[in-house]
């Protein structure tokens, strides 16, 4: 594997002493850019760059040389796992993904291929893993990412987004043994995936529970944990970043998963978390998205606020997704904020 010139992020994921937080952000390749935005128009969708591994590499790379943040992560999408299992998906301009047939009943289930079966249909992800760390030369590292059990299945039962995911939660209820059948066979190709990715060079993965906010306690802990704990266990060879978006009542849970870093949206407090999850954990986020909308001194003010009371343990980011409209101005504030802090001499 390459000698990394920027390490911080590496340093600050293995709980070595830093002298700043690194800092990037979720969604940082993409329509925030207008390079990016360069290259779409080239193209007749959103998943022909997603398999298109020279151009994923460039859109992966943009962010490194435009915004200076300290880790590049993986143009793709989370969707890729259920296509390569058996169940293709369409991404709607304006409306989001929609699957044209969705999983139903036990036969559907059995259909899916799973594991090493499904992943190895992924080749051009593993390409541009390739093309990437060729691209930035050992500058920073390189995040993969998978989605979580839970937010794969909730998109195959329900065939889109959706507020309430009512119909995957109606599977739960209804189908318990079955639902357990799906996420097993997505646990096991989201394994598959991930080590492989990691074999390919990347240097930490993230697991993205998007929809996580939609399950109760007892239903997360039942039907997410078990296979969250799993991906933990199994994934070997780099380090693992949970972001469960909205279980704010299983953190405890999550950080006894084995996850090096838990991801936080902007509804926690530094102080809760780190009341939850104890302190050998790093913790990831969470500023709000929508702060980016505020003028640049103000981002500023906020950013350092964050990182103040977050403290050491802290890798900088926003609670969610950078929104495909925020200012550029004030992503520039963000991360430079970030840049030039420093910690307190202890």
């Known amino acids: 594997m390459q000698n990394i010139q920027n390490d911080l992020f590496l340093r600050t994921v293995r709980g070595e002493m830093v002298e700043r937080p690194p800092v990037w952000l979720m969604r940082q390749a993409g329509r925030i850019l207008p390079e990016y935005n360069a290259i779409r128009k080239q193209l007749k969708g959103f998943k022909d760059l997603v398999s298109n591994p020279e151009l994923s590499a460039e859109v992966t790379i943009q962010p490194v040389d435009i915004l200076g943040v300290d880790v590049a992560i993986l143009f793709s999408d989370i969707l890729v796992i259920p296509e390569a299992m058996g169940l293709d998906y369409e991404m709607i301009e304006q409306k989001g993904p929609l699957f044209p047939r969705t999983i139903k009943n036990e036969q559907d289930i059995d259909q899916l291929l799973s594991g090493a079966d ?38 195959m039962i329900e065939g889109s987004g959706s507020k309430t995911f009512s119909k995957a939660k109606k599977f739960l209820y209804q189908e318990p043994e079955l ?4 996420l097993t066979k997505i646990t096991n190709t989201v394994i598959a995936y991930l080590n492989l990715k990691i074999s390919h060079g990347v240097h ?75 302190e050998k954990i790093i913790l990831q986020g969470n500023m709000d998205p929508c702060q980016l909308y505020s003028s640049p001194n103000e981002v500023e003010a906020a ?29 520039h504030a963000f991360v430079q904020t970030v840049k030039n802090y420093r910690y307190p001499q202890d």
């Open 118 to 155: 499904a992943a190895q249909n992924l080749q051009y992800v593993y390409d541009s893993i390739d093309k990437t760390l060729v691209g930035l030369g050992g500058r920073v590292p390189l995040i993969g990412f998978a989605g979580a059990p839970w937010t794969l299945f909730a998109y």
């Open 179 to 182: 639902s357990h059948r799906l």
């Open 204 to 278: 930490l993965v993230q697991v993205f529970d998007s929809w996580a906010s939609s399950l109760s306690r007892e239903q997360y802990l039942e039907f997410e944990m078990p296979y969250l704990n799993r991906i933990c266990s199994e994934v070997k060879g780099a380090p693992i970043t949970l972001f469960a978006k909205g279980a704010w009542n299983c953190m405890e849970e999550l950080a006894e998963t084995g996850a090096s870093a838990l991801g936080l949206d902007w509804n926690m407090s530094a102080a809760w978390a780190r009341s939850q999850v104890g």
């Open 303 to 331: 950013t350092v606020s964050m990182l103040q009371d977050f403290g050491r343990g802290h890798i900088a980011n926003l609670g969610h997704g950078v929104y495909p409209d925020t200012p550029i101005d004030a992503v």
